[in-house]
């Protein structure tokens, strides 16, 4: 798996992830997260489109995200989706947990979610 992180100018960020997302390297997202969650009112945005496979360990991942940047006065959102991930999320009833949007540009705005 590989993450990216691009800050914008307006402070928030958005966060990359290619691979897969399971227990053997959802280390990788949990760190970045944790320094990218570190901050005041953060506001992170994930980029889901090149996932290719998550386990509940990567769907973890997302909601100790998601609880931590709203306990910090801020908003994790998650974007791109594969129809995989798309699906899985709303069958374990995440879709209506998180903010789930089609383009990281909804995301970033919070316009049109999933």
């Known amino acids: 798996m590989h993450v990216s992180v691009v ?26 997260l944790e320094q990218v969650l570190d901050r005041p009112a953060p ?4 980029d889901l489109s090149g996932v290719e496979f998550c386990d509940s360990i990567g769907l ?13 006065g801020g908003w ?14 709303d069958t374990v009833g995440l879709t209506r947990h998180l903010g789930v ?4 540009g909804d995301a970033l705005t919070g316009r049109q979610e999933l």
Do not use: I, K, M
């Not at 506001?43 to 994930?46: A, D, G």
């Not at 949007?101 to 990281?104: H, I, P, S």
């Open 7 to 32: 800050g914008n100018q307006d402070d928030s960020v958005v966060v990359t992830v290619r691979g897969n997302l399971d227990v053997d390297s959802a280390t990788v997202l949990t760190t970045t």
């Open 60 to 72: 973890s991942t997302f909601v100790v995200g998601n609880n931590r940047a709203t306990a910090g």
């Open 76 to 89: 994790l959102r998650l974007a791109c989706p594969t129809d995989f991930l798309e699906r899985l999320l």
């Open 101 to 104: 949007y089609a383009t990281v």
């Open 43 to 46: 506001r992170v945005v994930v």
